[in-house]
């Protein structure tokens, strides 16, 4: 039988099944379950559990243990995420692979605490300073949210990238049946052959560093990282597509909102309305090519970019069909959401 | 078959507990279902409600705009929500603590005396359990062998609430 589990607790015991040993974070809402689940099965695996003075802490704390060779994880909410973006760019620049979970909700400043999309530029366009990215997702039930997290690791170490999971609150604070993965056997990892394990003879010394003051020597590293987004972006990128195949209107919209988009698209099939959904599951890479693939369809007249924000991924969007199409948007912000209804409304007056 | 329902009331009435019990009868029965509590900044006496979608199929929208079932467990969550009940819909009125009719017409409506019922079951902080007999009866979406065995099941760790919840179920299923 499946259990019933919040989404956040659901990430946490994910993240422990899939090797994470070592947690450092500090409380906001609406991502306190992901902690507190950690402070206490973090201790039953052997792990480490360190609630930080402060979020600038608890980023550094994950680089010190992902240099160290550890899977080491933070989580937060959007003022959190924002204090976290230097040492996110410094491990960034260090190539360490950690996972970052960011339950997303209203801003700017320190704004509300209910649901929002707001954080999508940080998350997918680097968020800190310099030339650099994160593999980012956007799960949108508490079952991908247990899929993405259990493989992230392996991801992260992969490209040697932090990975983001990009939530918001309703996904955190949902309850929804999942089925977990059994354990990883982490004895079978193979050695990090560039991490500081402490364990040497003293004949290599490992330095993870982000200070690279000669600009062929920063330059050159530069375009590493960017070789391997690249990389990335030819295996990685995910995409949904919802009846996509006949439509004249497609919605696109990711994480929980896509939920809400499908629904409504359900609602407008049923009124005999040729509607689909287009849902990135990867926001960066950004699923590129599907987009532009349904943008080339005859059938398809125009796009519906729905987000909890004034219009983020809408840019995305526009790049990858091309403009092809028009690109119309729908936002709620602030922490309201939409109702599939509210988008059907939208849909039938923007539709032609 | 796909059942809306929204639960409100005063944070402390146990209306989170309601939702996920049929949430929790949703697993149970094989079903799919989506549970979303509201997070703000609600305390015990504030104000509180919760989202429920069971399905036979995977649930899409957890949002829900009009529900089938509004289960009202006090007088300003019937005000902010009996609108919003979809038309042929039902709702589930504390009538304890409510004392004005719904003015809708075109819902059914259920009111259960369920502070007094939980009274009677022997344990005042039995209501929501009072309204979630009342809602299997009225929803006939679970069996309450099902219901039971979920109770059962959560109260594990506290065998002594089992029999005056049973009687609350009871009294809630029987009216």
Redesign the interface.
């Known amino acids: 039988?499946?259990?019933?589990m919040k989404g956040n607790e659901a990430i946490a015991e994910a993240a422990v099944r899939g090797g994470c040993r070592a947690f450092f974070g500090y409380p906001i809402?609406?991502q306190n379950e992901i902690p507190e689940y950690m402070s206490w099965r973090l201790f039953e695996v052997g792990g480490t559990y360190v609630q930080a003075e402060s979020e600038v802490a608890a980023i550094n704390m994950v680089y010190g243990a992902a240099g160290a060779g550890a899977r080491a994880m933070t989580s937060s909410s959007s003022p959190g995420i924002s204090l976290k973006q230097e040492g996110i760019s410094y491990i960034c620049c260090s190539r360490l692979p950690c996972v970052i979970v960011n339950m997303v909700r209203g801003g700017p400043g320190l704004g509300g605490?209910?649901p929002a999309q707001s954080d999508y530029f940080q998350a997918t366009k680097g968020g800190g300073h310099g030339d650099y990215h994160m593999l980012v997702y956007g799960p949108a039930s508490v079952q991908e949210c247990v899929n993405i997290m259990y493989d992230a690791f392996d991801k992260a170490d992969k490209y040697r990238v932090p990975v983001m999971i990009l939530g918001d609150?309703?996904l955190g604070?949902?309850?929804?049946?999942v089925e977990l993965p059994e354990f990883k056997d982490l004895s079978k990892l193979p050695r990090k052959n560039w991490a500081t394990y402490g364990d040497g003879t003293g004949e290599k010394r490992n330095i993870i560093n982000s200070l690279l003051i000669e600009p062929d020597e920063l330059e050159a590293h530069n375009k590493l990282l960017a070789d391997t987004y690249a990389e990335m972006a030819r295996n990685e990128t995910m995409c949904e597509e919802y009846l996509c195949d006949d439509a004249e209107i497609v919605l696109t919209a990711y994480g929980?909102v896509a939920?809400?988009a499908?629904?409504?698209v359900?609602i407008l099939r049923e009124q005999g309305k040729k509607v689909g959904l287009l849902r990135p599951i990867t926001l960066y890479p950004f699923p590129n090519d599907a987009f532009r693939k349904v943008a080339e369809q005859d059938c398809v007249k125009e796009f519906v970019c729905t987000e909890l924000s004034m219009g983020q991924m809408i840019e995305d969007v526009k790049l990858a069909t091309g403009m092809l199409k028009p690109v119309h948007f729908y936002g709620r912000c602030g922490g309201n959401?939409?109702?599939?209804?509210?988008l059907v409304e939208f849909v039938l007056k923007e539709g032609k | 078959m796909e059942s809306k329902i929204i639960i409100a009331g005063f944070g402390g009435q146990g209306v989170q507990s309601l939702g996920m019990f049929i949430a929790f009868a949703s697993i149970h029965d094989g079903k799919e279902v989506t549970f979303l509590p509201s997070y703000g900044p609600e305390m015990r006496g504030g104000t509180s409600n919760c989202s429920v979608v069971v399905s036979d199929k995977p649930v899409a929208s957890p949002i829900i705009a009009s529900p089938d079932i509004l289960i009202a467990m006090n007088k300003p969550s019937l005000a902010k929500f009996e609108s919003r009940v979809k038309p042929g819909g039902c709702i589930i009125v504390n009538s304890s603590l409510i004392e004005n009719k719904v003015t809708r017409t075109d819902v059914k409506v259920y009111y259960v005396d369920a502070n007094r019922l939980a009274l009677e079951a022997g344990n005042t902080k039995t209501a929501n359990i009072v309204v979630l007999g009342a809602y299997t009866k009225i929803s006939g979406v679970f069996s309450p062998e099902v219901m039971k065995a979920v109770i059962e099941h959560k109260f594990a760790k506290k065998p002594k609430v089992i029999p005056a919840n049973f009687k609350a179920f009871e009294l809630g299923y029987n009216l």
């Open positions: 039988m499946k259990e019933l809402t609406p605490i209910q609150g309703m604070q949902i309850m929804e049946p929980t939920r809400i499908k629904s409504a359900n959401v939409m109702t599939p209804e509210d």
